[in-house]
T-cell receptor, first 116, second 115 residues
Framework: DTGVSQNPRHKITKRGQNVTFRCDPI?????LYWYRQTLGQGPEFLTY????????KSRLLSDRFSAERPKGSFSTLEIQRTEQGDSAMYLC??????????????FGAGTRLSVL | GDSVTQMEGPVTLSEEAFLTINCTYT??????LFWYVQYPGEGLQLLLK?????DKGSNKGFEATYRKETTSFHLEKGSVQVSDSAVYFC??????????????FGQGTILTVHP
């Protein structure tokens, strides 16, 4: 068990470019979550997957954002036509379906995005 | 909607001082409550949790009691150490409905402990 892995750790891009982040959850974890954290704030929920199905999306997830989890393993979060307001830390978490909905989410170290 | 409010920081203490970080919540159902800690350069780590009223979560000398009557989950530690310096987040999860599975976080409280 190597924990939740996120890549890259840092991404600097110019406004208008597309970026993609990857999250590798703890093996055998059915659920995967994406959150966004801006400076001085707590993480805000973006979306979550149970296996390969995307079951919930926040209104924060505009049409420029898309997330996938093919085959129910790793996940990618893509932001198209980035804006300066997208600058934030993007966090991924995973949890096991066993134990019910109040199970523990394990977080990766995050990808810090800076849009210039 | 559901929300979590934490005491404003930052909090600065001397080593061995008593710590309290206040957390209150608003929820439409019956949430589970959590404290997560974020050390510099690291991901969020679960510190402790409580799943029903009057439960006490504890870990590493930290404690928090789920108080339904006051909708609170205050974090306490009797004697802090320099290594406790971090950002602390209070959070909740609801069961059922459309909020199923997502964490709702407070804004975080920065704790700095001086020797």
């Amino acid at each position: 068990d190597t924990g939740v892995s996120q890549n890259p750790r840092h991404k600097i891009t110019k406004r208008g470019q597309n970026v993609t982040f990857r999250c590798d959850p703890i093996s055998e974890h059915n659920r995967l979550y994406w959150y966004r954290q801006t400076l001085g704030q707590g993480p805000e929920f973006l979306t979550y997957f149970q296996n390969e199905a995307q079951l919930e999306k926040s209104r924060l997830l505009s049409d420029r954002f898309s997330a996938e989890r093919p085959k129910g393993s790793f996940s990618t979060l893509e932001i198209q036509r980035t804006e300066q307001g997208d600058s934030a830390m993007y966090l991924c978490a995973s949890s096991s379906l066993a134990g019910g909905p109040k199970n523990i989410q394990y977080f990766g170290a995050g990808t810090r995005l800076s849009v210039l | 909607g559901d929300s979590v409010t934490q005491m404003e920081g930052p909090v600065t203490l001397s080593e061995e001082a008593f710590l309290t970080i206040n957390c209150t919540y608003t929820a439409t159902g019956y949430p589970s409550l959590f404290w997560y800690v974020q050390y510099p350069g690291e991901g969020l780590q679960l510190l402790l949790k409580a799943t029903k009223a009057d439960d006490k979560g504890s870990n590493k000398g930290f404690e928090a009691t789920y108080r339904k009557e006051t909708t609170s989950f205050h974090l306490e530690k009797g004697s802090v150490q320099v290594s406790d310096s971090a950002v602390y987040f209070c959070a909740l999860i609801l069961s059922g409905g459309t909020s199923y599975g997502k964490l709702t976080f407070g804004q975080g409280t920065i704790l700095t402990v001086h020797p």
